[in-house]
């Protein structure tokens, strides 16, 4: 019974498919945040700190240009109003390709109005946008004794403005590795197993 109702969920809608992008050999990808662009080509960021544009990715042969690198642990990207935001672990930045070439032309700070200490743990995730155009980013608790001191805003996660003012809207979370908004307006995210926090789960914020 189950297998045929399955059989019967999966002619009516497929859901989503597996692909492989294809990696050259001389690039090194972590990828700590993805997103679809407006032109059919997909960004990814990573963990080194690096954003690549990934044109044709499901053919044979993808092309790859590095759009940027230097970024503070992007682990999150978003295509909004012509800029691609990424939270970095000490903010909230903005950037854009003026001419066209898959680089980088600008980068601006939106919000760094929350603190690190320098704990390898404090990631921070995001963004994702609201109806009321403000973008959401969850920060991570630091891991074990926190010998470099507290930081203010860990395990919040918090709305910015589009002016760039910040808020905390809930605390409590843990490793908060994942964050998004269903198409009713509620805001989600997913924490992660360890310490006090007993289980990974999905939460409401």
Same mark, same amino acid.
């Given at each position: 019974?189950?297998?045929?109702?399955?059989?019967? *969920?999966?002619?009516?809608?497929? $859901? @989503?498919?597996? /692909? &492989?992008?294809?990696?050259?050999?001389?690039?090194?990808?972590?990828? =700590?945040? *993805?997103?679809?662009?407006?032109? =059919?080509?997909?960004?990814?960021?990573?963990? %080194?700190?690096?954003? #690549?544009?990934?044109?044709?990715?499901?053919?044979?042969?993808?092309?790859? !240009?590095?759009?940027?690198?230097?970024?503070?642990?992007?682990? =999150?990207?978003?295509?909004?109003?012509?800029?691609?935001? &990424?939270?970095?672990? /000490?903010?909230? +930045?903005?950037? %854009?390709?003026?001419? /066209?070439?898959?680089?980088?032309?600008?980068?601006?700070?939106?919000?760094?109005? @929350?603190?690190?200490?320098?704990?390898?743990?404090?990631?921070?995730? $995001?963004?994702?946008?609201?109806?009321?155009?403000?973008?959401?980013?969850?920060?991570?608790?630091?891991?074990?004794?926190?010998?470099?001191?507290?930081?203010? #805003? %860990?395990?919040?996660?918090?709305?910015?403005?589009?002016?760039? !003012?910040?808020?905390?809207?809930?605390?409590?979370?843990?490793?908060?590795?994942?964050?998004?908004? +269903?198409? =009713?307006?509620?805001?989600?995210? &997913?924490?992660?197993?360890?310490?006090?926090?007993?289980?990974?789960?999905?939460?409401?914020?």
């Amino acid at each position: 019974m189950i297998f045929s109702l399955l059989a019967v *969920m999966i002619a009516i809608d497929p $859901g @989503w498919t597996v /692909g &492989t992008v294809v990696q050259p050999d001389d690039v090194v990808l972590e990828v =700590g945040g *993805m997103a679809s662009l407006g032109d =059919g080509s997909i960004m990814v960021c990573t963990r %080194r700190g690096e954003s #690549w544009v990934i044109e044709q990715a499901f053919s044979e042969e993808p092309v790859y !240009t590095l759009y940027t690198d230097g970024l503070h642990e992007p682990l =999150g990207l978003l295509e909004h109003e012509d800029w691609i935001y &990424t939270v970095q672990r /000490g903010e909230l +930045s903005r950037m %854009r390709d003026v001419d /066209g070439d898959n680089r980088i032309d600008e980068i601006e700070t939106v919000c760094d109005d @929350w603190e690190i200490s320098g704990n390898y743990h404090e990631y921070a995730f $995001g963004p994702r946008i609201d109806a009321e155009g403000n973008f959401w980013v969850t920060l991570n608790k630091p891991f074990g004794n926190e010998p470099f001191g507290k930081a203010h #805003w %860990r395990g919040w996660a918090v709305r910015i403005s589009p002016d760039g !003012t910040m808020e905390g809207a809930c605390s409590g979370l843990r490793s908060s590795a994942g964050i998004e908004i +269903s198409p =009713g307006g509620d805001v989600f995210y &997913t924490d992660n197993q360890g310490e006090w926090c007993g289980a990974s789960k999905m939460a409401h914020l």
